[in-house]
């Protein structure tokens, strides 16, 4: 099977791009550290999602590029450009819940896509494999995502993490919770479709 992309940038790709470029170019004027910080990391992360949906060869549709790039644009330009993570109190724990569904939502293609591959019709597996395999990746995805933030705090010397095992495993408990309530919802939609 070969897949044709679209090529063309979604919305939120698009509106990504352009605040990150505002925040940079804000941030030369008015010399704030958390609009650079936050401008070059919503440019990089923006870049670096876009070229990953284009050059891998797996078929997302806009709505999981979307989710996605509103993934790093709640993370991103709201949590770090504009300092939602200190004005709102438990806005982390909601970011990696919404993380947990992302990653879920991201997981399918990318089954499809090795379904294919394996010659396996995905509508003859069990549902039950199916969200065993989107809760394992949003699983992983949540322990890499903890496995960066440490590295880049013993290496860079920072503190995103507060040294804290409390924040470590309240993200990854509210990851995994985020991806299990979308696996339910997956669950009854799939069973609803069977009847």
Known sequence: MHIKKDLRLTSFELINLI???????LSLILNDDNLIYGGKSLLIASIISILFIRICNIN????????LQFQ???SIFLGTTLNFYSILPNFDFYLHLFSGVM???????IIKHFCY????DISNLRSGFIIF?????AALCG????????????ILLLNTQN???????TDIIANTVGSIIFCVIYFFKHKEQAK
């Open 60 to 67: 997302f549709i806009k709505f999981e590029i979307n989710i």
């Open 72 to 74: 790093i644009f709640i």
């Open 133 to 137: 395999i989107m809760l394992g990746f």
């Open 117 to 120: 591959k394996s010659n396996l």
């Open 163 to 169: 040294n804290s095992l409390l924040d470590t495993m």
């Open 143 to 154: 322990v890499l995502w903890e496995i960066y933030e440490f590295s880049v705090d013993k």
């Open 19 to 25: 605040l990150s470029i505002i925040s940079i170019i």
């Open 103 to 109: 990653c879920s939502v991201i997981s399918i293609p």
